[in-house]
Antibody, heavy 122, light 107 residues
């Protein structure tokens, strides 16, 4: 059974960084992109970028470029997202797995982590 | 960036109703739209990909259609477990973007 399990809630000050982990199980970790999507309280979904766990290649949304870094450790099937925080970055941060490899499914998300609450306050 | 405009933002319906949600991208994206359902306190769940392909395990009362700049999610016979928020998402180009969501509430 496919699972993505994320690390626990974090409280940070503006200017600090947070590193969220996403541990995969039940499938070949290196076979599917991992995406990061955030959701501010009561708001919609905001895509941050993806990492290819096989190659380590990344693609970040331009508006987060310079503040976000996605990495992975294939030995423990875990992806990470490190983010330098501003005061308006309070949100629930999700990792999500690509549904497949081809053009139809590469950018659809068929499994999501439970989400990690990141609260930013001075 | 491709903007995804969803309508309505909310609707009230009864069990057994047919419900239709629309998503309009700001440019032609072929069939590259996915639909998700999100319940309170839960992660989104993939319902349909590339406009009309039903994700494994999703009931057949969910269907999708459309191409280019006009897409529709239809729930043919609303069930109690379908009261939730629905999001469209374009998978045509990065940055991937979502509609603002449609909340389906009990009438």
């Amino acid at each position: 059974q496919v699972h993505l399990v994320q690390s626990g809630a974090e409280v940070k000050k503006p200017g600090a960084s947070v590193k969220v982990s996403c541990k995969a199980s039940g499938y070949t970790f290196t076979g599917y992109y991992i995406h990061w999507v955030r959701q501010a309280p009561g708001q919609g979904l905001d895509w941050m970028g993806w990492i290819n766990p096989n190659s380590g290649d990344t693609n970040y949304a331009q508006r987060f470029q310079g503040r976000v870094t996605m990495t992975r450790d294939t030995s423990i099937s875990t992806a990470y997202m490190e983010f330098y925080l501003r005061s308006d970055d309070t949100a629930l941060y999700y990792c999500a797995k690509s549904a497949g490899h081809d053009y139809k499914t590469q950018y659809a998300f068929d499994m999501w982590g439970q989400g990690t609450v990141v609260s930013v306050s001075s | 960036d491709i903007q995804m405009t969803q309508s309505p933002s909310s609707l009230s319906a009864s069990v057994g109703d047919r419900v239709t949600i629309t998503c309009r991208p700001s440019q032609n994206i072929g069939s590259y739209v996915n639909w998700y359902q999100q319940k309170p306190g839960k992660a989104p769940k993939l319902l349909l990909y590339v406009a009309s392909s039903l994700q494994s395990g999703v009931p057949s009362r969910f269907s999708g259609s459309g191409y280019g700049t006009d897409f529709t999610l239809t729930i043919s016979f609303l069930q109690p477990e379908d009261f939730a928020t629905y999001f469209c998402q374009q998978s045509y180009s990065t940055p991937l973007t979502f509609g603002q969501g449609t909340r389906v509430e009990v009438k």
